[in-house]
T-cell receptor, first 114, second 108 residues
Framework: KAGVTQTPRYLIKTRGQQVTLSCSPI?????VSWYQQTPGQGLQFLFE???????NKGNFPGRFSGRQFSNSRSEMNVSTLELGDSALYLC?????????????FGPGTRLTVT | TQLLEQSPQFLSIQEGENLTVYCNSS?????LQWYRQEPGEGPVLLVT?????EVKKLKRLTFQFGDARKDSSLHITAAQPGDTGLYLC????????FGAGTRLTVKP
């Protein structure tokens, strides 16, 4: 079974621009979560989508948004980029297995904002 | 403030040594997971522990969930350079919460 794929792997943008990142979950997984990882803050939860609906949202400004499509693929968008948005953005697809919620991560998209 | 506190933050040891890293919280978790992350990659799930007092072994790695389901430990026996990486614990809260991680370096 193929793993979680994220595109692009690397991205360089300028302050004020916007960016869209894409995630394809493991086949059969309907839940997709997004995280931001930085050296200073670690892994921070952005949001979770399940069956095209946002089920949970972390403490990030409204510039961060996402969506999920009917095939479970997900995108996240960051508008009006700031230098502090430079980070590794990770997508995880999730499955309930025997009452346990397990996440499987993609390789991430490394976003650099200059 | 991290919901999950991991210690130590950094650990550098020689090949063949044993080590233990800890994950502590004041909150009770229904389950707790351990991940290992290598540079430039996403975290890889190692194990999920569910029952208080549970012990799981994965080759040279031993994972323990505290009786009260608030803490966990990861013990590595005879560490190898391939064990080098960032070890993260995560607990299911309203959403999945991660500790800051323990960065382990095993020198040959």
């Amino acid at each position: 079974k193929a793993g979680v794929t994220q595109t692009p792997r690397y991205l360089i943008k300028t302050r004020g621009q916007q960016v869209t990142l894409s995630c394809s979950p493991i086949s059969g997984h309907r839940s997709v979560s997004w995280y931001q990882q930085t050296p200073g803050q670690g892994l921070q939860f952005l949001f979770e989508y399940f069956s095209e609906t946002q089920r949970n949202k972390g403490n990030f400004p409204g510039r961060f948004s996402g969506r999920q499509f009917s095939n479970s693929r997900s995108e996240m968008n960051v508008s009006t980029l700031e230098l502090g948005d430079s980070a590794l953005y990770l997508c995880a697809s999730s499955l309930w297995t025997s009452g346990v919620y397990e996440q499987y991560f993609g390789p991430g998209t490394r976003l650099t904002v200059t | 403030t991290q919901l999950l506190e991991q210690s130590p933050q950094f650990l550098s040891i020689q090949e063949g040594e044993n080590l233990t890293v800890y994950c502590n919280s004041s909150s009770v978790f229904s389950s707790l997971q351990w991940y290992r992350q290598e540079p430039g990659e996403g975290p890889v799930l190692l194990v999920t522990v569910v029952t208080g007092g549970e012990v799981k072994k994965l080759k040279r790695l031993t994972f323990q969930f505290g009786d009260a389901r608030k803490d966990s430990s990861l013990h590595i026996t005879a560490a190898q350079p391939g064990d080098t990486g960032l070890y993260l614990c995560a607990g299911s809260y309203n959403d999945m919460r991660f500790g800051a991680g323990t960065r382990l370096t095993v020198k040959p």
